[in-house]
């Protein structure tokens, strides 16, 4: 399965591209733009408590036979490094 690559960061809504090299992901794919992972999470999954890495970018080519997911997902809590633990 490739990955869903998702359309936004889960904290802010914030539009995530699948060029977007600033898009930050968990083994889960609680997808976060780099300004709340590395401000706000220290790099750890709010949801999951696993480590965020950069979402590889999928070449332009290869969305055509595997196109990036439109379902957003957001959080219904704030983010932040002690909430939901
Ligand atoms: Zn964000
Ligand atoms: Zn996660």
């Given at each position: 399965m490739p990955l869903e690559l998702r359309p936004n960061c889960e904290c802010c809504d914030r539009d995530l591209p699948?060029?977007?090299k600033e898009a930050?992901?968990?083994t889960f794919e609680c997808t976060f733009c780099l300004e709340c992972a590395s401000n706000t999470l220290r790099f750890v999954c709010?949801?999951?408590g696993g480590e965020l890495v950069r979402r590889p970018v999928r070449p332009?080519?290869?969305l055509v036979k595997n196109p990036a997911?439109?379902?957003r997902v957001l959080r219904d809590k704030?983010?932040?490094p002690a909430a939901g633990r």
């Open positions: 699948p060029e977007s930050y992901i968990c709010p949801n999951c332009g080519a290869k997911s439109t379902v704030p983010c932040g």
